[in-house]
C-alpha cells in the first residue's frame, strides 16, 4: 500500500519537514538491519481523536532498545508527548504511527557501538492491511519463525521483519492474502505480522510468548477484552493441526486490528463465515478503540485532531 505523506516527521526532538527525513546510505541500520520500531494506530472519537495504548507501544520500543543494547535518550512520557505533537502539527486522523529508533551513520562492521542512536516518528493514514472482507484466505508457511536463542522475538527489530518478508511472499505468490509461521519444533507462533487466536468449542486459545511469538499490544488487548466478556482463555502450544478443526481463526495486531480467517491451506474455518466469538470480540475492540463505548481500561490518549471516518470491523 502506498505511503499517503504528511507535513511533518518528528526527529530527535524536533519537528522537520517530511522529505528531509532522511538517512545515509552507509548509516549503520542499512547494512546490519539494527532498528526497532512501533507500529500504533490513532482512532476517530465522536469528538477527536485518540491514540490507541500508546504507552504501552512506547514502552515497547524502549524495552526493544534495550535487548538490542540502544539507549534511547529520550523517557517514556517524552516519546508519548512527541506522537501527541506530530499528530497534532499534520492534524491527520486516523492515522498510523511509526516510531523507529535506529543506528545511523558512524562506523562499518558488525559492532555498532559507534553509530548513533536515531529517533524518528512518522504518521500517515492507512486503512484495512489484510485483504477479505468476510475473512482472509490464509496458508501455512514453509518458512519457520526464529528459533530460541537466535534473534530476539520479544523484540519488535526491523531485523526479525525479513523472516516475516518471507512468509507474507511466499503466502502472495501462491494466492493468499498472508502466511502463518510455525517454530521450530513445528508449532504455531504467529502470521507474518500478526498474533494468532483460535476458537474451539468455545474456548479461546492463543501460543504462549515462548513460541516465538511477538507480544503484541493487540494481542493483549483481545486476551483482556475476552476476560472481560466473560470467556474461557488458554495460551497454550498449539499443533498445526489445530487450526485445521477450529471453530474460528482471527489474526490481531496493529495494522490487522482483528481480522476474521475464513479458510486456511484452502481448508475453510468452521463454515468459513466470522465466528460469533470474533466478530464480539472485534465489535468490543472497535467500539472502544473509536469512542462508542467507555475506555475502561485507560487506553485512549487524546489527540486535538478532527479526525475523518472511523475504522470499523
Known sequence: MPIKTTSKIWHNGKLIPWEQATIHVMSHVIHYGSSVFEGIRCYAQPQGSAVFRLPEHMQRM?????IYRMEIPYTLDELCAAVVELIEANGVAPCYIRPITLRGYGEIGVSPTGSPIEVYIANFPWGKYIPGKGGADVCISSWNRMAPNTMPTLAKASSNYMNSQLIHMEAEINGYAEGIGLDVNGLVSEGSGENIFIVRNGVLYTPPLANSALSGITRDSVLTIARHLGLTVVEQPLPR????????VFFTGTAAE???IRSIDRILVGDGNTGETTRQIAD???AIANGLKPDRFGWLTPVKVNAGE???A
Not at 524502549?62 to 534495550?66: E, P, Q, R, Y
Open 62 to 66: 524502549l524495552d526493544s532498545a534495550k
Open 241 to 248: 493441526e489445530m487450526l485445521y478443526i477450529a471453530d474460528e
Open 258 to 260: 482483528v481480522q476474521p
Open 310 to 312: 472511523a475504522v470499523k
Open 284 to 286: 468490543e475492540f472497535f
